[in-house]
C-alpha cells in the first residue's frame, strides 16, 4: 500500500502519521457512490442544495480554530491569511446557497409556438439546464480551503445539482482530511448519501487519472500547474466519451504601467506592487508575474524603487518543498533564459527571497522561456520601446488570468489600444489595484486564453462557476406536467 | 496543383470545370486576412454587423433561382427542399442581424462596488463579452445553404464579431464558390475588407488541418462526421495555444415510443417515422436511427407497419458517390454487427433504399459497432424488455443531438425516470413530431454530449449559437469612457 505523509512546511518535518493513499478500488467506489448519488442530487429542488452548503459553511466555521492551526502547520501561509480564507470559503459556499435558493440553476427560456412553416414557424420550444453528472475535483496547493475538499468548485458544483469526488492535494493533506470528516457528519445529518461528497488522496498522478477516466464523472474541475492540468486534460479528452474539463492553470498576470503615471507617482505605485508580488509567498495564481513598462526616465527610476521596495519584503515559508525546488528552479531558468537578475538572493532553507529581473521586449517576445510562470515570488519587468511594442508584448503573453492596465484613465487612441489588446488576452482587467484577490462577485471573470485556462469561456470564481456544471436542453412540446416542473430537472 | 471536381449528384457524371485546390500559401493568407480583418470588426457597432448580415440575407434571395439549381445539380436535394434551405438561410441571418442590432454581443453585468473588505465587499466589477477572434468555419455536406459559406455558423460568428474563413465542402463546391462571390460584392459595396469573410477549398484534410493549425485563427466550427470532427478537434488541441473547437458531429437520435400509445395509433406513427427516416435520403443529423420500444404484441404490429410504410419510400440520390459507399458499407457493418435485417435492397446506382434492422436491447448495449451512425435512409429498432431497460439502452447511447419519446404526456415513476434519461444523453428532447427540422429560434439547443459534439454546452442552431464567439470578460474599476461603451469593445 503507498503512504502518504504531510509534512510541515515551515521546518519540512514530517507531520502526524503517513496515510493510506487512495486504491484503485476506493477511487472507483468513491465515482460509483457519486454516479449513485446523482439521480436523487439532480432533482433535488433549491433549498435542499442550499441548506447543505449553508451547513457546510457553519462546520467550517464551527471547528475554525482548530482548522486554521492544521492549515497553518501544513501550509506556512498564517492564521491571518488562513482566517481571511476561511471566511471566504463559507462565503461562498453561502453565495451558492443563495443562488441555488433563488432557482438560478433551473432558469429556463419559454419559447411559445409560433403557427406557420418553417422557418419562421415553429413549436413550443423550453430552453433549460440539467446538472452534467459527477464533477472530479482537483484541489489547488495554494489555496487549502477556498479551492479545496469546501472550495468554489465543490460550492458551484453542488449548487448544480452534481455529485464531488474530490482529489485531496498532498500539500495540505491532514486538513482536507479532517474538512472531509466534517462533511461526512453534515451528510448524515442531513440524511443525504455519503457518496454525495467524498475524497480520494494519492502522491502521484495515477488516482487523480483514474478518477478523470471512471465512466461515472461526467466533468473535471482543476486549479493548478499548466503541466498538471493539461495532462489531465489529455485524459479527459482521450476518454471513450470525452468530458468538459476545466482547467484554471498558469498565468503570469502582466501588469502595464503608462508613462505619465509612473512619473507621477513611481515611488507609490513600486511599494505597492512589491507588496502583491510577495504577497503569499507570491503563491497567487493572479500574483504579478510581468510588469511592462516603456522606456524612460521614469521608468529608470521605477526600476531601482521596485528593486528596494521588493528587497524589503520578508517572504514567509512555501507551501511545499517541491515548490521551493520548482521556485530556485524556475529563477535559475529565468536567468539562463537571458533575463537580467536585479534582485535575486539565495534565501534560507525556510524561505525563499523575492526575484526581480529585466529583459528587453524584443528577446521577451522572442524567447518562449521567458514568458513561462515561476510561482513563487518573482516578476519579470519587461521594457518595451512604445506602446505598440507594450501591445506586442501582451500579444506573445497570449493568454493570462489578468492584465492589470495602470494610467489609462483617459481615452486616446493608445488607451483604447491598450485596453483592446489587454481585454484581447485576459479573463479580467484591472485599471486599478493588484490581481491578487479575486472577488466572488456577479461579474467576476477567473479564467482566460491559453495557458490560463483549458475553458476560457469559463470561470472558477463568481456566480457564473455554476454554469460549468449545467448543460442546456430543449424541450420541444413537452406536456404540461413537464412544463409545471418550471425548469426543475425530473 | 492539386484539383478539385465537381460531380452531379444523381448521375455521378462531371460537373463544370476543375477548381484549383487552395495552396498551403492562399490557406495562410486567408487567416491572416482574417486576423487583419479582426480589429475593426471586434469593435463595430451593431448596426454596422446588421446591415452586413441583411444585405447577404439579400443578395442570396436574389440569386436564388440560380443558386437553387446549381445546388440541386451538385447535391440532387431537389427544389423544394433547396428552396426552403434558402429561405431559412436568409432568415437566420437577418435573426442575427437583429440580435446584432438589438446590441446582445455588449450585454454587460454591471456589479457596483460593495464597500469593505472582502469576502464581501469588493471592487466595482462590469462583465462582458469580448469576439474571441477570426474562426475556421467547416461547411457540411447534407445542408448546402444552412451549413455553408452563409450558414448560421458564419452569420453568428459574424454578428459576435468574428471574421470568418470558411472551408468549402467538395459536395458543392460550385455552389460555394457562386456564393462566396456574393459575399465578395456585398462585403466590397459596404467598404469592409475581403479578409473579413474568405474561402479556401481542397480536397484532402491537409487544408483544413493548416487553417486550423494557423495562429491567427482564434475557434473552429464544423458540422460533419465524428471521425472529421475528432481529427480537427485533436488539431485544435495540439496547438502551442489550443482554441475552442465547436463540432457538431454524428448523432442516433432515439425515438422511443411509449406502449399504451403504440397500441393507440401505431399506423399513424409509422408512417411519420417513415418520412422522417427518408427524408433527405435520411441525411440529417437529426435523423431518427434509433427507435427504441418495450416487447409485445402493439410492437410486433409496429415493426411491421414500419417495415411497411419505409419499404414504401423512394429516396433520392445521396449527396455524394463516398456517402453513398458509406451508406452501402454502413448497412453491411449493421448487419455484420448482429442486427437482424427487416428491411435490405440493393437500390440503384442513382439512389439507395431505406434499411431497417432489429436488434435486442441487451446486444445493441454489449456491441458497440451497432450504435454508430449509418449516415442515410437507415434506422434500427431495438427491443427493450422493460422500461428500466429503455433506460439502459439511452445510457448506452450516451450522447445525442435529440431524442424523442413519444407517449409520455402523463406524468408518472416511468415518464419522470425517462425523462431524465433523455434529457441526460441529449441536446434535445421531443414529445410530439420528428426530429428532422430544426427551428432556428431562441430556446433551441442543437449540441449534446459526446459524439453528438465536441463542445456540449454549446449549440450550433439557435440565438445562443453566436455565445461561441463570445469570451467574457471582468473590468475592475474600468475608468468612466470604458464604462460609456456599454459593453462595446474598444
Wanted: contains cysteine; proline residues 7%.
Amino acid at each position: 500500500m503507498k503512504m502518504l505523509q504531510s509534512i510541515t512546511a515551515r521546518t519540512g518535518q514530517p507531520l502526524g502519521e503517513p496515510l493510506c493513499a487512495s486504491t484503485p478500488e476506493q477511487v472507483d467506489a468513491c465515482a460509483s457512490a457519486a454516479g449513485a448519488a446523482f439521480g436523487d442530487w439532480s432533482s433535488s429542488d433549491g433549498g435542499t442544495r442550499a441548506a447543505l452548503l449553508r451547513a457546510l459553511a457553519l462546520a467550517l466555521e464551527a471547528d475554525r480554530a482548530e482548522l486554521v492551526a492544521l492549515a497553518d502547520q501544513e501550509t506556512g501561509l498564517g492564521p491571518v491569511r488562513l482566517n481571511g480564507e476561511l471566511d471566504r470559503t463559507a462565503f461562498q459556499l453561502r453565495r451558492f446557497a443563495d443562488i441555488a435558493e433563488r432557482g438560478v440553476a433551473f432558469d429556463f427560456v419559454n419559447d411559445p409556438a409560433v403557427a406557420g412553416g418553417p422557418p419562421a414557424g415553429h413549436p413550443a420550444m423550453v430552453r433549460q439546464r440539467v446538472p452534467l453528472g459527477p464533477v472530479a475535483m482537483f484541489s489547488a496547493s495554494n489555496f487549502p480551503f477556498a479551492f479545496s475538499v469546501l472550495g468554489g468548485d465543490t460550492a458551484s458544483a453542488l449548487a448544480a445539482g452534481c455529485p464531488v469526488v474530490v482529489k485531496a492535494h498532498t500539500g495540505h493533506l491532514l486538513l482536507s482530511n479532517r474538512v472531509m470528516g466534517l462533511v461526512a457528519e453534515v451528510l448524515q445529518a442531513q440524511g443525504l448519501p455519503a457518496g454525495l461528497v467524498s475524497m480520494i488522496q494519492g502522491g502521484g498522478n495515477d488516482v487523480g487519472v483514474r478518477l478523470v477516466q471512471h465512466p461515472a464523472i461526467a466533468a473535471g474541475a482543476f486549479t493548478g500547474s499548466t503541466r498538471g492540468g493539461s495532462a489531465l486534460q489529455a485524459v479527459a479528452n482521450a476518454r471513450p466519451r470525452p468530458i468538459p474539463f476545466y482547467g484554471e492553470l498558469g498565468s503570469t498576470n502582466p501588469v502595464v504601467i503608462l508613462p505619465a503615471l509612473l512619473a507621477a507617482k513611481g515611488a507609490e505605485l513600486a511599494a505597492t506592487l512589491a507588496g502583491s508580488i510577495s504577497l503569499g509567498c507570491g503563491q497567487f495564481c493572479t500574483s504579478p508575474g510581468l510588469i511592462v513598462l516603456q522606456d524612460g526616465p521614469q521608468s529608470d527610476a521605477f526600476v531601482q524603487q521596485l528593486t528596494t521596495a521588493l528587497a524589503a519584503q520578508t517572504p514567509h515559508s512555501m507551501l511545499t518543498p517541491g515548490m521551493r525546488q520548482a521556485f530556485d528552479a524556475g529563477v535559475e531558468h529565468m536567468v539562463g533564459a537571458g533575463a537580467l537578475a536585479l534582485l535575486q538572493e539565495a534565501g534560507t532553507p525556510e524561505a525563499p527571497r523575492p526575484f526581480l529581473a529585466q529583459v528587453g521586449a524584443a528577446e521577451f517576445i522572442a524567447r518562449a522561456e521567458l514568458r513561462e510562470e515561476v510561482f513563487g515570488p518573482s516578476s519579470l519587468i519587461v521594457r518595451a520601446g512604445s506602446a505598440a511594442e507594450v501591445l506586442q508584448v501582451l500579444q506573445a503573453v497570449g493568454g493570462s488570468l489578468t492584465v492589470t492596465l495602470w494610467g489609462a484613465d483617459n481615452e486616446s487612441d493608445e488607451t483604447r489600444a491598450l485596453v483592446r489588446g489587454a481585454m484581447g488576452i485576459a479573463g479580467r482587467v484591472l485599471f486599478a489595484g493588484v490581481p491578487t484577490g479575486v472577488a466572488v462577485t456577479a461579474a467576476q471573470q477567473h479564467g482566460g486564453p491559453w495557458p490560463s485556462s483549458t475553458q476560457p469561456m469559463t470561470t472558477s470564481v463568481g456566480d457564473a462557476a455554476m454554469d460549468r456544471f449545467l448543460r442546456p436542453v430543449a424541450l420541444q412540446d413537452a406536456p404540461a406536467w413537464l412544463l409545471a416542473r418550471k425548469g426543475q430537472p425530473c
